[in-house]
């Protein structure tokens, strides 16, 4: 399955200021474009990426800091707490 690019991907990690050893949540993983540049920047920090199309997981990095959660994000309080 084809993937858009990452849009707006600066921005959006200026507008974060990622902090390596944070939590953040990618809500719509997709191509891992936007969780991949987010990774980058996470030494102890984890990144919490919801999809619920089965193909986003063939886009999965092998990174400790990833925790791939295979649903739609309406079910975030389900996970996240």
């Known amino acids: 399955m084809s993937y858009h690019?990452?849009?707006?991907?600066a921005e959006?990690?200026?507008g974060l200021k990622i902090d390596p050893t944070g939590s953040?949540?990618?809500v719509t993983f997709g191509?891992?474009?936007h969780s991949k540049a987010i990774l980058d920047q996470l030494t102890t920090g984890k990144l919490y990426a919801f999809d619920q199309d089965p193909d986003a997981?063939?886009?999965l990095p092998e990174n400790p800091n990833l925790?791939?959660?295979?649903?739609?994000f309406r079910y975030i309080?389900?996970?996240l707490r």
């Open 5 to 9: 690019d990452p849009v707006l991907l």
């Open 12 to 14: 959006c990690l200026e």
């Open 24 to 26: 953040y949540v990618d």
């Open 31 to 33: 191509g891992g474009g």
């Open 57 to 59: 997981k063939h886009n």
């Open 67 to 72: 925790i791939f959660i295979a649903a739609n």
């Open 77 to 79: 309080k389900n996970h």
